[in-house]
């Protein structure tokens, strides 16, 4: 499961690409997706 939504994550970040964001939004929206996922993965705690 957790590979089928990196994955998803990594189309997700180029079509972001291609659609001629700017860099920092393309940042903003991938870096926030995977703090999520390693959130559900037990790699991030909120806080510490």
């Known amino acids: 499961m ?3 939504l990196k994955a998803g994550l ?3 970040e ?3 690409r291609g ?6 939004t393309v940042h ?3 870096d926030r997706a995977e703090r999520f996922l390693r959130y ?5 705690h909120p806080g510490r």
Request: aromatic share 14%; glycine share 8%; no cysteine.
């Open 10 to 12: 990594a189309e997700f």
């Open 19 to 24: 659609s001629g964001l700017s860099e920092n």
């Open 28 to 30: 903003t929206y991938v």
């Open 40 to 44: 559900l993965a037990g790699e991030y």
């Open 2 to 4: 957790m590979s089928e």
């Open 14 to 16: 180029r079509e972001l």
